[in-house]
């Protein structure tokens, strides 16, 4: 398989190097975050997302008059909770979803004049449950921690066929799906969330295209300002008119380095303000690394399989390694990469071990305080059985475009390029497949939205 399919977000990355926005002298530098103390992290989000999806391909075997057409179509309602809590010792986030989603797939097979052409029609009901934990101590002062994590997936599917031939015939199937998996692991390292200090620094520029300062602000001045922009969300909370409270403290900063916002014109007061909701995705710089032990319990059940229960306990051992930097204050660069690997602990003739390795390189840049994109590529490298040589390999290329209509309320845009490759135990179980899916969708968040990054 080629790598070319990640050029695109080198090429994004190096454009983003070559012509940065300008944001003052030295705030190019993502090393002018090392300079200020983050702030503790309480960032949390209720948002509800759906989507509509509908594609479709062909197959010709001109030398048998063969051909094969398809059509899906899918639509889901996804509701969402996440949780981020983080200071100098701890950190805690949690993710959590319920999902229910409609399939509705057709395909037409066609023959030659002297076979049998096939219609078939199939809709699928899906319902899922996912919770997501991750809890880290770190052993002060050193950046060692020690982590817990968690997560749970339960899926239940039921689908009714009917395929068309020289009669109608229906065939329900069902299924039911669940994981459960904890992991415990020691590392080092620290992810730092620079969202706070990234705000205060463009509002400083915001100041000097203003010229309402002709230089820096102290460093003592962004500081309070990157904690003051951290607690705007909280002012709704405690405040009856939040925002008059919250630009009273920030005018109260800036009246110690001289600069007054009394007397500013209606266009320049609108400009500042919205400093506060201008930043799209949370900005994370640093790396973080670990190893650990993990337990992974998986349930199957399929009504028409057999045999119809199957299970599997996988207990794996992992190493993992994530990376984040602020290419400038438009932009933000994230990878990370893991490998685990152990036997299955329950007999089982189709899973004896497990080995996998992944990799992730993404890319995100806003284009304006309301436009935001993210370039995203995704592999997956797994063995099953490694004295049978099962392979599995997918490599996942997305672009996303997202615009905020309002505060609340987003139109996303998404195209995903897959490839996969599968080999089999049997000598013939080699396939390899391409898709291409578009999807457009609307997400509304009940308190204030930002796009979720992996960590």
Known sequence: MKISWMLPIFVLIFVSKSFPQSYGLGNIDPSVFSRFKVPDTRLRSIWVASDLNYSSDRYSAFSSGYARSNTYFTA??????????????????????????????????????????YHTKERTFETDVRLNTVFRSYLRPSLMFYSMESGISVQLNESVREQRATNINYQYRGQKQQSYTVSLGIGWGKMRNVTAIVSALRFQERLKQLNLITGDLGEETVQALAEQFYRHGYYWQVHVRPDKFFWQEVGKTLAKEGVSLDGINQYANSYLRETPGELRFQRNEGAVGGVGLQFVYTNHYNSNASPKISEQFLVLANAYIHYSHQLNLSSQAVFSASVSGGPNVIQSPTVRQYYAATARLGYSYELTDRLVTTVDNRFTLSFVNAHQQERYLTNTLGATVHYFVEDQLSLTGSYFWNFSDTKNSVPSGREERINNNVQI???YYIWRGFIQNEM
């Open 441 to 443: 969708g609307l997400t």
């Open 76 to 117: 889901n309602l996804r509701p969402s909770y996440y949780l981020l809590n983080e200071t100098d010792d701890r950190y805690f986030h949690l993710n959590s979803s319920v999902g229910g989603l409609y399939r509705r797939t057709s395909q037409k097979d066609e023959g030659s004049p002297l076979f049998q052409s």
